[in-house]
Structure formats: C-alpha cells, structure tokens
C-alpha cells in the first residue's frame, strides 16, 4: 500500500506519532474503499476497530475503577457505557478532524460518508489499534485518556447521560412550572440501510431544537441532547445532574 499524505498534523492532534504509518492508514480506510480498490491489496479498518474497542474498553473500565473505588459494577457500567459509545467516539474523531482523512469509496463520499457519526466512531477505534499495534498498550492508554479526558470527566460529573430524552423529561417535570415535552420526527430520507432522520422537541409548543441521527431513536436522543441546553436559556436555571 502506498499513499502519499501528511499525517504530521493529525498526529500533533493525537498527541502520538507513529513509527509505522501504514497501521494509521488501515485505521483511515473505509470498507467501501476497498471494495472499489480490491486489486491493490488495501486492508480496512474493521480488524482495527474491533482492537480499537477492546483496548477503549479496558482503559476507561480502569479509569473508572480507580476513581470510583466504593461504586458498584452496575454504576461502573452505566458510565462505561456512556463513555464508550458511538457519539463520545464521533465527538473525539470530529476534534481530530479524522473526516478530513478518511478513504471512502466515491458513493460514500458522496453521501457525506466522513460526516457520518458511525464512521467516524469506527475510525476512532481503528486510531487507537493503531497506537496499540504501533507502541503498545501504555502508548495507547495515553493517547486514549488524552483522547476521552473531557468526556471521563463530564461523565463522572454527571453532566453527561446515556439517556438524554429521559432526562429531559425529567428536568421538564421537576420544575413548579412543569412543561409538556413534544418530540416530532419531521422528515426522513435515503435507502433503507442509510436512512436518516430529523427531529425536533417542543415545549408546551415551544420550539426548543432540532437534530438529525441514523434511527428515530438516535435522532430524538441528539434532539434530547441539545434541547437540555436550551431549555435553560427558555425558562431559566436547571439541575440536569
């Protein structure tokens, strides 16, 4: 395989540089690449991302354990489970601008591939398995907590929740004032294996945001998400925690 690229900024943004970059390039390409380069020898990032995963997943459990040394496994899991997670791993691969760099096949790239949150997440395990490949599983830790800090961080705060629509419902009720919250899908596009939707949430008639997510369930989650910040800035102070 040979691609000619400079990963000198991405890997500033990584806090690693790599020995090997072809592991870094595996870990930018995209199935769909593949499968219109067949005869060039290209490898995707599948193997990777299942790595990438598993090393995320040892990490943060670990982080959590030492933070939380009193909690259950239940707790532990639950803030595992928001940490590890399509969005948390989009959002890392959004800052490191991984879309910029990835290898979609034309149909793909056409249809916002390197936009896509699913791809990204897949491109941001595949990183870290390349770290893990490249140095080790120290290296890879490091770049992993450096990586996810914010979000570790958040999460323990309880100011990040796996379930965003229940949350605002809750918020919504726990206030003198309470307001009936209203999700609304309003339009839905592509084939049935890419489809994508649009929500917006209301209260009491109040358009408070809007989003877009792959399910009905995801895009009322993102919707959910966003509305919680507005909902503060509409009627004024909130516990969310």
């Known amino acids: ?3 000619e690229n400079d990963y000198s900024e991405f890997e500033t943004r990584l806090g690693y540089s790599f020995k090997n970059k072809e592991l870094l390039i595996t870990a930018f390409t995209h199935t769909t690449y593949v499968f219109e380069h067949k005869r060039e020898h290209f490898e995707s990032n599948q193997r990777l991302e299942f790595i990438g995963d598993a090393v995320i997943d040892l990490v943060i459990g670990r982080v959590l354990y ?3 040394p009193l909690e259950s496994e239940g707790y532990l899991s639950k803030k595992r489970s928001i940490i590890v997670c399509e969005q ?3 959002n890392a691969a959004r800052n490191l601008d991984i879309g910029n760099y990835l290898l979609l096949g034309k149909g793909e790239a056409q249809t916002g591939g390197s936009c896509k949150d699913s791809t990204l997440a897949d491109a941001f395990e595949s990183v870290i398995a390349a770290v893990y490949f490249d140095s080790g599983f120290e290296e890879a830790e490091k ?3 450096y990586q996810l800090n914010d979000t570790i961080e958040a999460t323990l ?3 990040i929740f796996l379930d965003y ?5 809750e918020v919504a009720q726990k206030r003198n004032n309470q307001h009936r919250i209203s999700f609304k899908i309003t339009d839905e596009r592509g084939p049935a294996h890419q489809k994508e939707f649009d929500c917006e949430v209301c209260a009491d008639g109040l358009f408070l945001a809007s989003a877009t ?3 009905k369930k995801d895009a009322e989650q993102k919707c959910a998400a966003a509305a919680i910040l507005e909902y503060e800035k509409v009627f004024g102070s909130v516990d969310v925690l």
């Not at 629509?165 to 419902?169: D, E, G, Q, T």
Request: aromatic share 4%; with cysteine; proline share 0%.
């Open 1 to 3: 395989m040979c691609i």
């Open 66 to 68: 030492d933070s939380k």
């Open 88 to 90: 948390s791993f989009a």
């Open 143 to 145: 770049v992993v907590l």
């Open 157 to 159: 705060a309880g100011t």
């Open 165 to 169: 629509k229940s949350k605002l419902l």
């Open 213 to 215: 997510g792959h399910s």
